[in-house]
């Protein structure tokens, strides 16, 4: 059984990095990406937790932390593919 708070971060971590390919074609590697993004949402749920802030309307799920990493993470991975030769 998954608890309730991990499933909203779960679908920012899968939804904000497939909106951004959508948008801009970019990342390619989508899974490479939506792993990062899951880490990323885990950290900022960690973050959040320590802090002790409470933005996120679903009790302690910080989803506001959580969709700024995700679309950081995004934006990092599109840029790296950027930035390496293509092949």
């Given at each position: ?14 939804g904000v990095p497939a909106l ?68």
């Open positions: 059984m998954v608890p309730p708070a991990v499933v909203p971060l779960a679908l920012i971590a899968i951004a390919r959508l948008a801009t074609g970019r990342p390619r590697s989508l899974a490479l990406t939506w792993l990062a993004a899951l880490a990323a949402v885990a950290a900022a749920q960690v973050a959040g937790e320590l802090s002790g802030i409470r933005i996120g309307v679903l009790g302690d799920a910080h989803l506001a932390f959580a969709a700024v990493a995700a679309a950081l993470t995004s934006a990092l991975v599109a840029l790296k593919e950027r930035a390496s030769p293509a092949r």
